[in-house]
């Protein structure tokens, strides 16, 4: 079965076809040039950006596919959660081509399709606990049978992709600020030490507006040269990591879990990536992080979604189906 799939809930332009868990394209447009100009996303602009995007993107994905329009079976997309003006551009794709074709349509949560990265190429050993974090999720998973997914704690206030944001903002060290603090963080080379909190240690909830703002204070009290930036930039990566890692290793001994997870934007982080390995490893969970280009916004992982829920779930037609910003999973 060949499944086309199509993910425009924020920032990128996305299409894939997958085989049988076979990933035969996955094309991503990335709007960051865009948005860099406004240091974040103006949904309007991101929306006409998918517009001009849509059909050159699903296109390119057929073509790496060698795959015709006619050959697949069904098509996925992404519904929801996200901005309205963005969904609405794939879900409509997704509904045009699924009346021309006459197939059907598999409606997708991009959270589902966060978690089911983890699937593509692997198979995690279950129980397990999926930590994924996003510019717009901050998520812990239970997942004990593979379609069963249940939420253990979300954040409340910021996503953690959203504080990476936010704090190199205040730091102005440029937009994306996930990949410019985690860059920051290696040139620190200091040995005095700034606190920042570790927010609710003890709830399954996230909550990451205290320690932004904590990072607002401290800077409004120090000179910000490059130095006091990176060294900033650091400490509130340790609290972050510290943070995502305690309350996921805590939740995978109190559920018994056999796996620990990590997906989404956030998971490039080279220093999550590998405190959370090794953390999972010494209390003898096994540990798995997609590959990269599965991790940040991407269709393949919209695609592998589909093929799991269609093991009990029919599809739709594409009259069903509509864009929901707030869909929950
Ligand atoms: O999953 P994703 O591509 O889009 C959403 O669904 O939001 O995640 C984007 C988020 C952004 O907030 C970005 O700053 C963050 O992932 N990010 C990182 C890194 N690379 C991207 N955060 C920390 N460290 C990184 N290396
Ligand atoms: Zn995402």
Redesign the pocket.
């Known amino acids: 079965m060949k499944i086309l799939s199509i993910e425009t ?4 332009t996305a299409a894939a076809v997958i085989e049988n868990g076979h990933i035969l394209a996955n094309v991503v447009a990335s709007q960051i040039n865009i948005h860099k100009k406004t240091g974040g996303v103006v949904p309007e602009v991101a929306s006409r950006a998918h517009v001009e995007k849509i059909i050159p993107v699903i296109d390119e994905a057929l073509d790496t596919a060698k795959t015709k329009l006619d050959d697949i079976d069904a098509i996925a997309v992404t519904t929801g959660p ?1 901005l309205v003006g963005s969904l609405l551009v794939g879900v409509e794709a997704a509904k045009t081509l699924a009346y021309a074709i006459n197939k059907p349509i598999i409606p997708i949560n ?1 959270l589902e399709g ?1 978690i089911y990265a983890n699937w593509i190429n692997y198979e995690p050993k279950l129980p397990a606990v999926a930590l994924t ?5 901050t998520s812990l998973i239970y997942i004990k049978k593979i379609n069963e997914l249940k939420v253990i704690g979300e954040t409340l206030d910021d ?4 504080a ?2 936010k704090v ?1 903002q205040i730091l102005g060290l440029g ?8 860059q920051a963080c290696l040139k620190d080379k200091s040995k005095i030490k700034i606190d920042l909190p570790r927010p609710m240690l003890d709830r399954n909830d996230f909550s990451f507006s205290g320690l932004k703002t904590a990072v607002l204070y401290k800077v409004m009290k120090l000179k910000l040269d490059a130095k006091t930036k990176n060294q900033v930039a650091n400490e509130f ?1 340790k609290a972050m990591v510290e943070t995502l890692v305690s309350k996921t290793i805590e939740t995978a001994k109190k559920r018994k879990a056999k796996t620990v997870l990590l997906s ?9 990536r590998s405190e959370l390995e090794k953390v999972a490893r010494d209390n003898g969970f096994e540990f798995h992080v997609p590959e990269f280009q599965y ?4 269709a393949a992982m919209i695609a592998r979604a589909a093929e799991i829920k269609l093991q009990n779930k029919k599809p739709r037609d594409w009259s069903q189906i509509e864009a929901n910003a707030n869909l929950g999973l």
């Open positions: 809930s924020c920032d990128e996200g991009h966060h974090v996003s510019g717009g999720h996503a953690a992709g959203e990476y944001d190199a937009y994306p600020g996930g990949p410019a603090i985690d990566q989404g934007g956030v998971a490039a982080n080279k220093f999550l991790c940040t916004d991407n």
